[in-house]
């Protein structure tokens, strides 16, 4: 990279399907980021300059430079900035890294991704910035480098870049679980315990013995959500998991997940994910990616 952040996109695609497996690109301004992006993507900003608000699944986060934010995959997201604005913007595949396949190397599951009881961002300091766009540009480099780019060498700078703005997060969530209100860690472990048969947010008022508009307060405060919207959050995540790492049929996923109608669950995967169960795997699948 050069001493312009901004950069068209460089991609690498599936050799099979001709899909997108990485793609790295440069923004000098949040233009391209106002209307909300749902995609088949696991998608990290790298924002070296600017301040404002990411929203995603409708709720609104702070973010100031330097930081990272994270997004899963169909997760929508926008960001309004205040003023200037420079960001590397990385998007991957799982048919190329699968977080549930190399959760014992890279622990980003649940800490970058799919962390429903947290914030998108990642506050970095200038060195930790610096780090993340010198392992962004060898990315670049790589990408853009004359003749067929190496998938292994991508792969490799890919885990390297996740590992280390996971430790950088979970530095971060420890000391945020320190401040934390003690009736989040029994929700959240309720929930997390529970998700699967107890649907609706009564349910966990009568396990808790906490009233419900008490955990809604709580929910609302930290996780920036109501309570129903956290439950049917967690069981998306599942879906999801369930959708693009395995083939079993949408009836046996929905019925897993405490949903004896195939068709009402499959409404609620649209609401919730924006695309239906069918369109989700077709787009996202894993298995689809490998032999």
Do not use: W
Request: net charge negative; glycine share 6%.
């Amino acid at each position: 990279m050069d001493n312009s952040i901004r950069f068209d996109p460089l991609v690498l695609r599936d050799p099979h399907t001709g899909g997108l497996s990485l793609e790295i690109a440069g923004f000098d301004s949040a233009e391209a980021f106002a209307e909300p992006r749902q995609q088949p993507y696991f998608s990290i900003l790298l924002v070296g300059r600017g301040q404002g608000r990411a929203t995603r699944d409708g709720a609104e986060f702070l973010f100031s430079a330097p930081c990272a934010l994270c997004f899963s995959i169909y997760q929508p997201y926008s960001l309004v900035v205040d003023g200037v604005f420079e960001t590397v913007l990385l998007n991957f595949h799982p048919g190329f890294f699968c977080l549930f396949e190399h959760r014992h190397e890279v622990s980003c599951n649940g800490v970058l991704f799919n962390n429903l009881y947290d914030t998108p961002v990642v506050n970095l300091s200038p060195d930790e910035y610096q780090t993340l766009l010198t392992i962004a540009s060898q990315i670049t480099d790589e990408l853009g480098r004359q003749g067929q780019p190496d998938r292994d060498v991508l792969l490799s700078f890919l885990k390297v870049f996740l590992i280390n703005a996971s430790r950088i997060k979970m530095e971060q969530q420890a000391e945020t679980s320190q401040k934390a209100a003690p009736i989040l860690g029994d929700l959240t472990s309720a929930i997390e315990t529970h998700y699967k048969t107890l649907h609706q947010a009564g349910n966990y008022e009568k396990l808790l013995h906490v009233s419900t508009a008490v955990l809604n307060k709580a929910s609302k405060q930290y996780f920036r959500k109501t309570l129903t919207e956290l439950i049917a959050e967690r069981l998306i995540i599942e879906a999801k998991r369930q959708l693009y790492l395995t083939t079993k049929p949408v009836k046996e996923i929905a019925f897993e997940l405490g949903y004896n109608d195939e068709f009402y669950f499959s409404r609620f995967f649209k609401k919730n994910a924006g695309v239906s169960p069918q369109v989700f795997r077709e787009k996202a699948a894993y298995h689809r990616f490998v032999a």
